[in-house]
Each structure stands twice: as structure tokens, then as C-alpha cells.
T-cell receptor, first 111, second 114 residues
């Protein structure tokens, strides 16, 4: 089984809808991250969490919120989706040296 | 904050040739430099990393070099094969005991022609 899983893998939604992306991990890592990937822009950090009680904004947090329900679960929400949030979204955990372990990604399309 | 520049954005080689991807970073406090490979439809996967106490690390056909004085590090792939075709990302961060926030380069699309 994959160490970091994301659901859904693909999602098409409409402008203004609320949507949640979920991430689960079995690596036992405390540190979890949400990234957004756009062509030519690399991976940009949205939010990160170093433990269940710790939530921090990343580079591009506007329009997003997160919830760390347990050590193993970290969810990303778009409160009111807009077309420029169309992107690939990755959840990741971090090992002792900050090496990142990524999930398979969610492809989100906002119409 | 940290800034990581990665070049080239696209690299096209013939099978069997070598490929080199270069990254520069700005924060002299960074001490951990991983490289990730992203195949189509998948998440990035760590392929090799280097810490600031060494200048070079090798793993079969891939190697990474680090020049802390010049603040640059490079990924070298020898005897390229079609399955090496992917997007490669470099990153810089402070590892254990540091800020734990990695900064990524924008990626290099490597195409290996059979």
C-alpha cells in the first residue's frame, strides 16, 4: 500500500463550490505539507503542519484552509473555488532530514 | 527567504548521453539538497540527496555535486535511458534542526530520445 494517499485523484467542480482534498499517511511522520503545482512554476507551498496542533501558512495560502484531524490526516479545503485554482495538488510528509514523501496528487479543475 | 534557480527548464538528449541539471540557492544556512524525479501522472519521488558536509554523492548512474562556496549544486545522469525521461526538481532547506521548509526549483523536463 502507498505510504501517502490522496483522495480524490481527479475532481472537476464549478466556480463558487466548496471542495475538500484529503491526505492520509502511514509513515508515522509529524510534518505534513500541501503543495500546488502549475506548469513552469514548480511546487509552491500552500500550508504546512508540524504536529496536530500546529498549522502554518505557506507561500500561497489565500483562498485555502486546512485541517489536521490526526497525525495521519491533513485535509485541504477551497472554500469558494475559482478557475485560477485549477492545478495539481500534492500532499507530502517529511522525514528526519526534511526529505519529502509525496502522494500521487489530485488534479483539480474549476470551471 | 531562500530562492532556488534551476536550469535548464528543458533538456533533450540522445540515449546513452549524459545529462546535467544545475541549481543555485541564495541562503547560506541551507544544508540539505535533495533531487526529486516526477514521472507523468505521479508525485515527485526522492532519487538522491546531499548534505552540506560532503561535496559529491553517487548512486549508480546518478550523482550530485555541491559547491557551498558558490552556492550551487548539480545532478548528473550518465548513460541516459528512455526511462530517465521525467521532470526533475531540485530543492534546498535546512535539515534536522532547521526550518523544515523546502524551497523547490521550477523543474527540468528531461527527454531522452531512443
Amino acid at each position: 500500500d502507498a505510504d501517502v494517499t490522496q483522495t480524490p485523484r481527479n475532481r472537476i467542480t464549478k466556480t463558487g463550490k466548496r471542495i475538500m482534498l484529503e491526505c492520509s499517511q502511514t509513515k508515522g511522520h509529524d510534518r505534513m505539507y500541501w503543495y500546488r503545482q502549475d506548469p513552469g512554476l514548480g511546487l509552491r507551498l500552500i500550508y504546512y503542519s508540524f504536529d496536530v496542533k500546529d498549522i502554518n501558512k505557506g507561500e500561497i495560502s489565500d483562498g485555502y484552509s486546512v485541517s489536521r484531524q490526526a497525525q495521519a490526516k491533513f485535509s485541504l479545503s477551497l472554500e469558494s473555488a475559482i478557475p485560477n485554482q485549477t492545478a495539481l495538488y500534492f500532499c507530502a510528509t517529511a522525514g528526519a532530514y526534511n526529505e519529502q514523501f509525496f502522494g500521487p496528487g489530485t488534479r483539480l479543475t474549476v470551471l | 527567504g531562500e530562492n532556488v534557480e534551476q536550469h535548464p527548464s528543458t533538456l533533450s538528449v540522445q540515449e546513452g548521453d549524459s545529462a546535467v541539471i544545475k541549481c543555485t540557492y541564495s541562503d547560506s544556512a541551507s544544508n540539505y539538497f535533495p533531487w526529486y524525479k516526477q514521472e507523468l501522472g505521479k508525485g515527485p519521488q526522492l532519487i538522491i540527496d546531499i548534505r552540506s558536509n560532503v561535496g559529491e554523492k553517487k548512486d549508480q548512474r546518478i550523482a550530485v555535486t555541491l559547491n557551498k562556496t558558490a552556492k550551487h549544486f548539480s545532478l548528473h545522469i550518465t548513460e541516459t535511458q528512455p526511462e530517465d525521461s521525467a521532470v526533475y526538481f531540485c530543492a534546498a532547506s535546512m535539515g534536522a534542526g532547521g526550518s523544515y521548509i523546502p524551497t523547490f526549483g521550477r523543474g527540468t523536463s528531461l527527454i531522452v530520445h531512443p
